[in-house]
């Protein structure tokens, strides 16, 4: 565009009158009307006017009558302003949806409600939560499509016995012959699709349960390994994010307020909000600017090695307790099926096992925390992730000996247990359901009542403060036992679904009543990607490595299961891709895509260094990011010292020509 036909926008300041503003107006005005429309919007968007200035520009250049006359080649066809129309209509339609659609998601009001009150610390837990419902959901989903709905179209000959609501806590009864357990699915091969093709030939789309089941676990696994890796990524993107250490209170202090926020309810939140994480900010700079003697810091080095030997002791001693009973318990009731005892009446002993790992689950973290309150951190957060620790691993541990029990063990070698996956899918299932009771009354007794002793007893307007690292442990302890128990349960993740509903809401509500907001610090961002770690970590690779050794080494039972009459699960693979190459079907180039891709570890290893150097070059591009910002902070507190020096010579030079000048006037008064 030429020079002469841009506007010419004058200063403000430079005018005085109401009148040579009118004629810069009226010249803009026709400057403006001269141009081309697009032109015209461009010039209007890249003005330095206010808002209520650009519109009112624009309607009066839109105008028919204007001081210079009519506009007649500036009006817009009928064609033109329809489609224009249509398009601004679309945009809002589509703004609109995306709006509509932030609001209606899953909790989404109670999370807002809860980072009000009680900062995003305590909303992480809820986060987390939310985070398992959809692995449980897309686990329910992938089985029931390819593994509980197949066999229901096609279901064995079973006797069941009458339902008498026991069975929803032990597991046993009813439950022990339906699609709940392994057992009931059977090893047979269905044709899912017949149709005639050419030259009287029928192609026919068989379906094999042994491997739509085997194949089902193990893409859901492989599924889910890459949703936690992305979100694990996600979360140190997050919580490691380029220059947060830098602009974390300036951008609190200046720029966090939601000003789209109108209603009183909201406001309050959002101020709630913000409130407790500059209290947060300042906290971790009180904590940072603390400094210790060498002293001081052996003697804490001296108590924080006395409390994990404490600590990995007790733990290491409640899992071999749970070995060993588990192993007791297994001979009493083998020995009760001998003498002609029921299986329901031997269930209740079967649940004294679930008992205690519960009863040590809930006892144990209260001695963790008197430990813990003998030694001292630098960082509130290090006192936060030290007890995830420790009863992480506690809760861990016991995890690893029940399964060395089930799968090592002799529970595949006693006679009395016909089928030995569906026995294990029934002590996974009381083991979540006595968990889900333990945390139910967790939660009256550990809040509630302690809330009312609090006010009613001790006269204190102290409440409990919710116990994150607890509950979050609650809930990868829950996770590593659905994961555990998908091969054996396939239903389990939609137990585990009805579980988390009602946790949220219970949890909800008992911290809207009985909790106050917290008093350590509580990073959102750095705790999120804890938990992501340590469900990938400890819970997930656990839980797949015991998959894996299940599958490849243990012998199935002889009676139940759609391995029946295999030596391995995974040999049920050997013999359908061995079929597959002697019959003439559609699906002959599977087996040697099978065989490169899962048995060929050449792929494995070269998959695996990719991942790994793509995550070293991401690392090597952060970390030169975050030298740049340092460089850039720096330079902009030197610019700053340089400004504040360049003011006070400044000063000292006005000073300086300021006192002969008024000596000069105080001579001039005095003659």
């Known amino acids: ?273 913000i409130s407790t994480q500059l209290k947060v900010s300042l906290a971790e700079l009180d904590f940072r600017a603390a400094h210790v003697s060498l002293f001081q810091w052996f003697a804490n080095l001296s108590v924080h090695f006395l409390g994990w030997l404490l600590s990995l002791g007790s733990a290491a001693g409640c899992a071999a307790g749970v070995y060993f009973y588990s192993e007791k318990m297994l001979k009493d009731y083998s020995e009760k099926i001998k003498m002609g005892m029921s299986e329901k009446q031997a269930a209740f002993s079967l649940l004294i096992l679930p008992v205690l790992v519960s009863a040590i689950n809930f006892v144990m973290p209260y001695i963790y925390n008197l430990i813990g309150l003998l030694e001292t951190y630098d960082f509130p957060q290090q006192r936060i992730y030290v007890s995830i620790a420790r009863n992480l691993f506690l809760k861990m541990s016991i995890i690893a000996m029940l399964c060395f029990h089930w799968i090592k063990g002799n529970t595949s070698t006693i006679k009395e247990i016909s089928c030995w996956e569906t026995f294990v899918g029934q002590e996974l299932y009381r083991l979540v359901v006595v968990d889900f009771i333990f945390i139910i009354l967790e939660t009256i007794f550990g809040e509630y009542i302690w809330r009312l002793v609090c006010i009613k007893l001790l006269k204190r307007k102290r409440k409990p403060e919710f116990d994150i690292a607890r509950n979050v442990l609650d809930l990868i302890y829950g996770q590593t036992l659905t994961w555990v128990g998908l091969l054996f349960v396939p239903l389990m993740p939609a137990i585990q679904i009805i579980k988390f509903i009602v946790v949220f809401y219970i949890k909800k509500l008992s911290l809207m009543r009985n909790c106050q907001p917290p008093c350590k610090i509580w990073q959102a961002s750095h705790m999120m990607t804890i938990f992501i770690s340590l469900l990938c970590v400890p819970s997930f690779l656990g839980a797949t490595l015991a998959h894996l050794y299940t599958v490849w080494k243990v012998k199935p039972s002889s009676t139940c299961g759609p391995y029946r009459t295999l030596n391995t699960i995974y040999k049920s693979t050997d013999i359908w891709l061995q079929l597959l190459k002697n019959e003439k079907s559609n699906f002959v180039w599977f087996p040697r895509m099978h065989k490169f891709l899962v048995e060929n570890p050449f792929l494995v290893i070269v998959a695996s260094g990719i991942l790994l150097i793509v995550i070293y070059f991401h690392w090597q591009v952060l970390d030169g990011q975050r030298k740049i910002i340092k460089l850039l902070n720096a330079q902009i507190m030197n610019e700053g010292d340089d400004k504040k020096f360049l003011i006070g010579k400044l000063k000292d030079f006005n000073k300086k020509k300021y006192i002969p000048l008024k000596r000069q006037m105080h001579e001039e008064t005095e003659d």
């Open 1 to 273: 565009m030429p020079r002469s036909m841009r506007p010419s926008i004058r200063d403000a300041n430079a005018v005085d009158g109401n009148y040579e503003e009118e004629l810069e107006k009226k010249k803009l005005l026709g400057e403006l009307q001269q141009m081309p429309l697009n032109d015209r919007i461009k010039m209007l968007q890249s003005m330095p006017l206010n808002l209520a200035m650009k519109r009112e520009l624009r309607r009066m250049t839109s105008c028919r009558n204007v001081d210079d006359g009519p506009l007649e080649t500036n009006r817009l066809p009928c064609w033109s302003r329809a489609k224009y129309s249509l398009i601004i209509a679309t945009r809002q339609c589509w703004y609109g949806f995306h709006s509509n659609l932030h609001s209606l998601q899953l909790w989404q009001i109670a999370q807002k409600q809860i980072s009000g009150r009680f900062g995003m610390g305590v909303l992480s837990y809820f986060i987390f939560l939310k985070m398992l419902l959809m692995f449980n959901t897309f686990l329910l989903v992938l089985n029931l499509c390819f593994i509980v709905i197949p066999q229901v179209t096609n279901p064995p000959e079973t006797t069941n016995g009458s339902f008498v609501g026991l069975e929803l806590l032990y597991g046993t009864g009813y439950f022990t012959d339906t699609i709940l357990y392994y057992g009931y699915y059977t090893n047979n091969t269905w044709t899912i699709w017949k149709n005639p093709g050419y030259n009287n030939s029928h192609i026919n789309i068989p379906y094999n349960m042994p491997i739509a089941y085997l194949y089902t676990i193990g893409t859901s696994f492989f599924i889910t390994c890459i949703i936690l890796v992305h979100c694990l990524s996600k979360a140190f993107g997050e919580s490691y994010r380029v220059g947060s250490g830098y602009r974390g209170l300036a951008v609190k202090m200046f720029s966090f307020w939601d000003f789209k926020v109108t209603q009183k309810k909201s406001i309050v939140l959002n101020h709630e909000d």
